[in-house]
Antibody
Framework: QLQLQESGPGLVKASETLSLTCTVS??????????SGWIRQPPGKGLEWIGT???????DYNPSLKSRVTISVDTSKNQFSLKLSSVTAADTAVYYC???????????????WGQGTLVTVSS | DIVMTQSPLSLPVTPGEPASISCRSS???????????LDWYLQKPGQSPHLLIY???NRASGVPDRFSGSGSGTDFTLKISRVEAEDVGVYYC?????????FGQGARLEIK
């Protein structure tokens, strides 16, 4: 059973880079059992997948954000991170870190969610 | 991108009564391995979403058996056999068949 906790600045200036970290407890993120990622939710709106990083280190990103997104893992700290560059007001959202257990089905189910952190982009 | 369409988007339900939410995908979610890459999540007020149903019909750990999922291909349904007050929130379907992973708009269940 994983527990996830997001951390990072709650306020980012427009045109700068949003950086968030997700600290994982309960198991090692370097285990081949897990993949991890980020999902965001603008205030009052639905869920948008940002990207996923797999045990192999490979990544999938939402094409709508791909040119601005980097997801990486620091196995020594049992953390993974999100960087989103050149932010605008449209990037204001609650950002959730998520993880799932790799299975033979190949599903991308997100079994574990952090509590979420609100990031506001200011002009 | 695969478009996920949920209906209804608002669901007022009397406690003890059943409820049903439909989710349709613009492309088949049936993988060659026989699994449907369709999950259901519930976001209770003020909380982060949590997993209810995975691979279309499997209840996640700790999910009450009044919740059930069914469907295959492009048509899926989440059913609650007897709604309880604690079931209020927004229900999302999500497809993991291909990237980008996409969600339905969300269906808000409220108690009458």
């Amino acid at each position: 059973q994983l527990q996830l906790q997001e951390s990072g600045p709650g306020l980012v200036k427009a045109s700068e880079t949003l950086s968030l970290t997700c600290t994982v407890s309960g198991d090692s993120i370097s285990s081949s059992r897990y993949y991890s990622g980020w999902i965001r939710q603008p205030p009052g709106k639905g869920l948008e997948w940002i990207g996923t990083i797999y045990y192999s280190g490979s990544t999938d990103y939402n094409p709508s954000l791909k040119s601005r997104v980097t997801i990486s893992v620091d196995t020594s700290k049992n953390q993974f991170s999100l960087k989103l560059s050149s932010v605008t007001a449209a990037d204001t959202a609650v950002y959730y870190c998520v993880s799932g257990m790799a299975t033979i089905s190949g599903a991308r189910t997100f079994d574990y969610w952090g509590q979420g952190t609100l990031v506001t982009v200011s002009s | 991108d695969i478009v996920m369409t949920q209906s209804p988007l608002s669901l007022p339900v009397t406690p003890g009564e059943p409820a049903s939410i439909s989710c349709r995908s613009s492309q088949s979610l049936l993988h060659s391995n026989g699994y449907n890459s369709l999950d259901w999540y519930l976001q209770k007020p003020g909380q982060s979403p949590h997993l209810l149903i995975y691979l279309a019909s499997n209840r996640a750990s700790g999910v009450p058996d009044r919740f059930s999922g069914s469907g295959s291909g492009t048509d899926f349904t989440l059913k609650i056999s007897r709604v309880e007050a604690e079931d209020v929130g927004v229900y999302y379907c999500m497809q993991g068949q291909q990237t980008p992973i996409t969600f339905g708009q969300g269906a808000r269940l409220e108690i009458k």
